[in-house]
């Protein structure tokens, strides 16, 4: 198997996988992927995950979590956008160890700041601000891609695959102190507004804003002019902390402006949705027209499979938002 630039690619197979399924006569026994989206995979100029509220979790401790590692290797996602809640407080937290020894997620994670890392790093979900050490145990604030905000958890990626240029922007919004004025400061939302207006938007460039959020979803935290100006120039606006996946569509956008979904949970799906999965994000990249096939994978099936209905849109870059697969 190639990568995307034509080098052999040598599988990092996870040993929590290996350890939990059965060898077969000509080695390890895996079964097929989807032919939709192994297709996907073809066509698509690259691909990259996202994902979120594992809890400290990793390879090590979880199955569910060692087959999004694999899945995401073997399709050869550039990078992975993380939606916060990556560490919990009074766990093993595997996952602090996984970033540490494995160069590829070391080098090619971005993750969020949320209150899992404030009350991992800080004592409490309310120590707001103080779980910015997990972007320096990446190295992250090093990066020379990165821009770093005023809090020290708000940063500006950009992140070059081939031709193309995805600018993200991660912003603080953990879901304590519950008083979103105090979880959801000024100073955040003027980072997202500056980072915006500079950004100039050519044919080739993706913006994506993510922020972990109180509720689910946070655009109505913003004014009628932040949130014209995400419509305007983002193409994907992320969330998560209610670990149920879903797309928000508010009526003056309809299926204009920028895709929002939250982006579910690896590891912990909400118990009191009955339809609420364990699962990751992945998004491919395709051309002729520019958009995003984006779909939640779920990580308690066998192989990674093309889903339907709500759980796959395809978002038009510049354009609207429509289902992948009509219902």
């Known amino acids: 198997m190639t990568d995307r630039s034509g080098s052999l690619k040598i599988l990092r197979i996870p040993t929590a996988f290996l350890v939990a399924h059965t060898f077969c006569g000509s080695g390890f026994a895996t079964i097929g992927v989807d032919p939709a989206i192994a297709a996907l995979d073809q066509e698509a100029a690259f691909s990259f995950a996202i994902m979120s509220d594992h809890k400290g979790l990793s390879s090590t401790d979880s199955d569910r979590f060692a087959r999004m590692e694999l899945w995401i290797e073997e399709s050869g996602d550039a ?14 937290n595997t996952f602090l160890d996984f970033l540490e020894n494995d160069r590829w997620w070391h080098e090619h994670f971005y993750p969020n700041v949320a209150d899992g890392e404030n009350e991992f790093y800080g004592g409490s979900q309310d120590s707001w601000g103080m779980g910015k050490p997990i972007l320096e145990h990446i190295g992250l604030d090093d990066r020379p891609n990165v821009r770093l905000g005023e809090t020290g958890c708000d940063y500006y990626a950009r992140i070059r695959v081939g031709e193309f240029t995805v600018h993200l922007i991660q912003l603080h919004f953990p879901d304590h102190p ?3 004025k105090l979880s959801f400061r000024k100073v955040s939302k003027r980072f997202l507004a500056d980072r915006l207006k500079e950004i100039e938007k050519g044919p080739k460039d993706i913006v994506i804003t993510a922020a972990h959020s109180i509720s689910g979803f946070w655009i109505n935290e913003l004014s009628k002019e932040e949130k014209n100006l995400v419509a305007d120039k983002c193409d994907l606006m992320l969330s998560a902390t209610t670990h149920h996946f879903e797309r928000k569509k508010l009526s003056e956008f309809g299926d204009h402006g920028a895709l929002m979904i939250n982006t579910g949970s690896v590891t912990y799906p909400d118990s009191d949705i009955k339809d609420s999965l364990p699962g990751y994000v992945q998004v491919h990249v395709l051309e002729g027209p520019l958009r995003l096939d984006v779909k939640y994978i779920n990580v308690d099936r066998d192989s990674r499979t093309m889903p339907g209905g709500e759980y796959a849109y395809t978002k038009f870059v510049g354009g609207t938002t429509r289902y992948t697969q009509p219902e």
């Open 178 to 180: 519950r008083d979103d």
């Open 79 to 92: 990078f992975v956008i993380g939606l916060g809640d990556h560490l919990k407080v009074n766990r093993p």
